[in-house]
């Protein structure tokens, strides 16, 4: 099916807000401040990301082999990337996103390929596996959405990537009573030996301890970390979409500290952030957006983002090769280039046969 028409893109799209209202309030809320330019295609991101990823989940949820469901959404992405997306709403909505923006593939794929993880069950030993993990399921949204905004340097494109990661081990540890009882495990396994938990005895039974809270700690400083790296990506983005990123950065470093006040118990209850707190946090990002700064000397992407950060900036060389060559095959360019230097050899004789009747 071709992409839709204006009439039903604004028909998709209204069914993409409806999802992202029942979903996710904090990016909700946050996107009311984007532009209009941003807003639609944030909107449409979102929208496939979420039913992708309960696509997976409902799956694993039922005992079923999630395979088959991760096989049609590559199907479904192939389709949206040739032009030709199903008639699934969030489909023609990427795919409008996709046309208009050029949106590098890869993006897509490593988001897939984290649901791909979680689908199997896979646990990770370091800090640093658990950031490859991250980096998957939101440092990808982080990097689609800078984007998005038009930003597509190296450097801004990683501390997004490293927002998106910050975002995620903020959930991981505002989520981990809820995680366990799903025999679902994020807390880096060698944490976990290091504080004499025994694992398999306490997702059997999961409670709060002074020994898991310890570990919530550790995740929320490793969070406020990347937080922090983040606040100068932010001052490189064009400067109508830096409040509604700060104001998501802003919130969910919200809920770390919000955890922090509970006692850092993230077993038997789930931290929220209060309505009016988020308000006045949105407000406060509005006014504080136009005063964040950059900074010359940044540090290293981290390495679980790099073979993400390196894929843009391949797809970004390959637009300007595709420029230069524009809708040709190889035989067609090769045989441009001999065109062109045989010109520009003819052009340096007729200099030298000008130059002998001076």
């Known amino acids: 099916m071709p992409i839709a028409s204006p009439e039903y893109a604004e028909r998709d799209l209204k069914a993409c807000i409806a999802m992202m209202q029942g979903g996710s309030k904090t990016f909700f809320a946050a996107s009311r401040l984007l532009p209009m330019r941003v807003r639609s295609a944030s909107i449409a991101l979102y929208a496939f990301c979420r039913v992708a990823d309960d696509l997976v989940d409902d799956v694993v949820e039922k005992g ?42 890869i993006l897509l794929d490593a988001l897939l390929e984290g649901f791909a993880w979680d689908a199997e069950g896979r646990r990770y030993d370091t ?48 989520d981990i009573g809820e995680d366990a009882r799903n025999a679902r495990l994020y807390l880096p396994r060698f944490w976990l030996q290091d504080a004499e938990v025994d694992t398999t005895a306490w997702l059997a039974q999961p409670v709060s301890s002074a020994a898991i809270q310890t570990l919530t700690e550790r995740l929320l400083v490793e969070a406020d970390r990347l937080y922090q790296r983040a606040q100068a990506g932010i001052a490189e983005l064009p400067p109508d979409c830096r409040a509604a990123i700060l104001a998501a950065s802003t919130i969910y470093s919200e809920i770390g500290q919000q ?14 952030v209060s309505t009016r707190r ?31 950060i390196a894929g843009c900036q391949e797809d ?13 095959a190889m035989p067609q360019r090769v045989e441009w280039v001999f065109g062109l230097l045989e010109r520009l050899e003819n052009a340096k004789r007729e200099r ?4 002998v009747g001076v």
């Open 64 to 105: 079923g082999d999630p395979t088959a469901n991760l096989h049609i959404l590559r199907q479904r992405l192939d389709l949206i990337y040739a032009g030709t997306p199903s008639d699934c709403v969030e489909d023609q909505a990427l795919a409008i996103v996709v046309q208009q923006h050029q949106l590098p593939r």
């Open 259 to 272: 955890l922090r006040r509970e006692g850092l118990d993230s077993v038997h209850h789930r931290t929220v």
């Open 352 to 355: 030298k046969v000008v130059g």
């Open 278 to 308: 988020k308000l006045v946090l949105l407000a406060t990002s509005w006014a504080q957006a136009s005063w964040i700064t950059t900074r010359t000397e940044q540090p290293a992407p981290l390495a679980a983002i790099r073979f993400l």
């Open 316 to 328: 970004v060389a390959e637009r300007k090769r595709q420029a230069f060559f524009p809708n040709r």
């Open 127 to 174: 800090l640093e596996e658990l950031h490859g993990y991250c980096a998957r399921v939101a440092g990808t949204v982080g990097a689609m959405m800078c984007w998005i905004m038009g930003s597509h340097s190296e450097r801004t494109l990683a501390r997004a990537c490293e927002l998106g990661v910050a975002m995620q081990l903020t959930n991981i540890a505002r």
